[in-house]
């Protein structure tokens, strides 16, 4: 165990990515039950130290936003973070709503993530991101955007989103990410060129199981297991 966790929610999602790893590979994430997740973090607490906890989907983690569902949602991201423990020292959102509603506010103001991780849907960072999220509602939390690296990118492309990213006021830090596959194979686009900008001009993220997956009351070690029956 690295201490690394990732809580994989359904709530149900927008479904609007041009890109989505959940739709195109088929996994199958069960409804999120909120009390049988916060059993699980708080016996995995007792059991190995949690240092950085995720939250990601599955569905968009802030889907669906109106009230009461939004207070809900605060209250238990809240709990989570809480029940992971005195050894946790970094906490993430994974979200692609740029265009944040009040509630979606809330949620980053009440809650207050190390970092908001942004999986960017359009291909304008300027339109959709920059302009879009008020510095004041991540004060203290660090804005990461990601990119998955379809077939269509470009080294053009790439330095155009990263002068983006260098003139923004809001966005602190920028990913790619590798494509992954129907059949659960690796997309390899640019990656020699982002390979030669990793940890300058952004990250490089190459497809691999970096944390310890937690869906409800199980736990998985590689993503493309949740929801079959060989998890741990």
Known sequence: MNGHYSVITNFGCHWTCPYCIVRKTGLNVPVTDM???????SRESERHPMRFLSFSGGGDPLFPMREPEASKRVAFYREAIRRAGDCLTETEMHTSYFQCGRNVAQVMQQVRFSRVVYHMRPTSLSDDVALALP???????????VY????????ERIDRIAGLVADSNVVDELSFRQKVNPDNTI?????????AGHQ????YIQQDDYNTYVVNDRLY????DIGKEDHR
């Open 187 to 195: 997309d390899h686009t640019c990656e020699e060129y982002l390979k």
């Open 148 to 155: 998955v690296v379809t077939p269509d990118f470009t080294p």
């Open 135 to 145: 510095r004041k509602w991540f004060d203290g939390q660090k804005v990461r955007v």
């Open 35 to 41: 009390q049988a997740t916060l059993r699980t973090i």
């Open 200 to 203: 300058n001009r952004w990250w």
């Open 221 to 224: 070690t590689r993503f493309s």
